[in-house]
């Protein structure tokens, strides 16, 4: 018998980003004998509002907040007997800021084909938007929670833009939003540019990119909102 593959299945972004979603989504789920998924109740109703006759239950169910060897195990036997399986991750692409990077690792160790479907990135979104350097860039996901460590973070962060015109990407809990913006405009030189996507495909999406002394005289309210941060020039 020969083995599965491994699909890498595209999630919404925003709750209302339909529209950023693949036609072909509901094929490429249907191709699929089990899904290892970071949210199970969220995906499980992500593919009800694609599908609405998938049954459910016919499917195996795999959580993978955490990847342990348990999950492993599962994702290997599932493939050597031949069947197929998606990946999707709580929100954008699979195995990008994703646990699911880990799977997808085993995978391409056991030989298996690896497909990944395009799908609603919000980290490539913001840069595309931002007019900052698209030829080199890097994506860090969580600064420091601690403030002066946070600070130090992003002064390194801002040298090595200067030094090498790295944009550098960065993200940040929703409800910390207001905090990290406050970090940035504390930490950065008031001529460094600052972009700032927020609600990326969402109804009421915004990706702006000025200086810090400009977002200091007109700070955004970010607190609860979906954010991605971009320091460049």
């Known amino acids: ?108 160790e056991m030989g298996v084909i690896v497909k990944p479907y395009v799908g609603p990135n919000s980290i490539l979104l913001a840069l595309m938007a931002s007019g900052m350097n698209g030829q080199l860039f890097q994506f860090h996901g969580y600064l420091p929670i601690d403030n002066l460590e946070r600070k130090k973070k992003i002064q390194t962060l801002e040298q090595d833009m200067r030094s090498r015109t790295c944009t550098q990407i960065f993200i940040e809990t929703p409800y910390r939003n207001d905090q990290l913006l406050e970090s940035i405009l504390q930490s950065c030189n008031g001529n460094t540019k600052i972009c700032i996507g927020v609600d990326i495909t969402g109804p009421n999406e915004w990706i702006k990119t000025a200086t810090v002394d400009h977002w200091k005289k007109n700070k955004p309210e970010l607190h609860k909102k979906l954010a991605v941060f971009l320091i460049g020039q």
């Open 1 to 108: 018998m020969s083995v599965g593959k491994v699909f890498l299945l595209p999630m919404l972004l925003h709750e209302e980003g339909w529209n950023s979603i693949p036609a072909d989504i509901v094929s490429w789920i249907q191709q699929c004998d089990a899904f290892f998924v970071e949210n199970e109740k969220t995906t499980r109703r992500y593919f009800k509002k694609l599908w609405r006759e998938m049954v459910i239950e016919d499917y195996t169910w795999c959580a993978i907040h955490k990847v342990e060897a348990e999950q492993i195990t599962v994702f290997k036997e599932l493939l050597q007997a031949g069947k197929n399986i998606g990946i999707i991750s709580e929100a954008g692409c699979a195995g990008v800021a994703d646990p699911g990077q880990i799977l997808v690792g085993i995978a391409q």
